[in-house]
């Protein structure tokens, strides 16, 4: 498998336990939007610790993007990112598919699951094909939702959060349920795309079955 070293240029916080990690964009390097890598830290010791995330940026950018959760209670790799600064070095690799736009539908995303949905999103709005797509966004709080206000600005009206640990006016209280689609789901939605924890996929993938959604429709990030 190819390896690259690439610089960190900037570090910020996303979110209270979100990065968001910009690096050097290695030449002829190429992704599809919604595509990963697997990154490791450059450094003695970190450097066979791989992990898979996704890119943020798009294809044509000068620049790579990540947005990544971290873990401050573990002594893992993301806890590792919490100490980076820039000048720092990262190893990506090959490029490898996880979900693709295969049309007009709903993204379905919980946490940090809406990375690959990121990418997708920008590009749509820069070739003014967004509309007709809905975001259906589940976080525990507020404080949680990963670029809220940019994803506001790309879906408008189109754009749902719901909370499980946090009431707040004007967001929904609870779970993605069946019934909670059936409410939301617009009648002529062909595409679903889901990604999230994994109970959250099944649960999620069982209730659009129930609503008479077929497999053929539904894109899962496996």
């Known amino acids: 498998m190819e390896k690259y070293i690439a610089k960190v240029i900037l570090i910020t916080q996303a979110t209270h336990d979100v990065l968001r990690i910009v690096i050097e964009k290695p030449s002829a390097y190429t992704f599809i939007p919604g595509q990963a890598t697997e990154v490791a830290i450059n450094k003695r010791g970190w450097e066979e610790m791989k992990r898979p995330f996704t890119f943020t940026s798009l294809p044509d950018d000068n620049h790579l993007e990540m947005i990544i ?65 809905q975001l259906i966004f589940a976080n525990k709080t507020k404080a949680d939702i990963i670029q809220e206000g940019e994803l506001k600005n790309l879906l408008g009206d189109a754009f749902i959060n719901i909370l499980s640990e946090e009431i707040v006016p004007e967001y929904a209280h609870g779970l993605i349920t069946e019934r909670f689609l059936k409410e939301r789901l617009p009648a002529a939605a062909k595409k679903f795309y889901i990604c999230g924890p994994p109970a959250m996929i099944d649960s999620v993938q069982q209730s659009l079955s129930n609503l008479g959604v077929g497999a053929d429709s539904v894109v899962v990030e496996l």
């Open 69 to 133: 959760k971290t873990y401050s209670s573990r002594a893992g790799v993301t806890n590792e990112f919490l100490k980076l600064k820039p000048g720092d070095e990262l190893l990506i690799h090959d490029v490898w598919g996880a979900i693709s736009y295969e049309g007009e539908g709903v993204f379905i995303a919980g946490g940090a699951g809406i990375t690959p949905f990121l990418s997708i999103l920008r590009h749509l709005k820069r070739q003014n094909k967004i509309d007709g797509n």
